[in-house]
């Protein structure tokens, strides 16, 4: 189970990599699988190095003008790794978990971290983002956005 669950983390470190087209440090990665794979997604951060700003992946085709098509096909093989990974834990008579979050950098520093249980606290998958992106790594939404209101809403509970 170890070296298949090496390869597919590999394998997914390498499918955003590819997603992004701009020199990048600091990648983020949130993966999602709801009981009975109901649902699943996948949502990343990078910092990309010439503009020093941290981006939400699904910027990247306004950003760099990159085609929404070409991004859709190669964001959606993160979901079918993402999947691969959690059928690897259920294979092999693990706990399903409801979140991956993975963290690596250009250096090789790489990290990677299972939740259970978070989804049905929550009030939806952008809050569960939203929140997840702050306690991870200080993510803090632009002044008067709808991603701001959301982490102040999460912060007063």
Known sequence: MEEKLAELYNKLANQII???PAEWD???YLGEVEKGKLSSGSVFYFKDIENTIVLQCHKIPEVYQVSKNI???LFIKLDDTLLEIYDCFIE???EPWEQLSLYFNETGEFKIEFFYDVMENSKGAFQRE???AYQTFEYMPEEGS???QI????LKE
């Open 18 to 20: 590819d997603i992004i």
């Open 26 to 28: 600091n990648i983020y």
């Open 71 to 73: 991004y859709m096909d």
């Open 92 to 94: 092999n008579g693990q």
């Open 130 to 132: 939203i929140v997840w």
């Open 146 to 148: 709808y991603e701001k």
């Open 151 to 154: 982490l102040e809403e999460y």
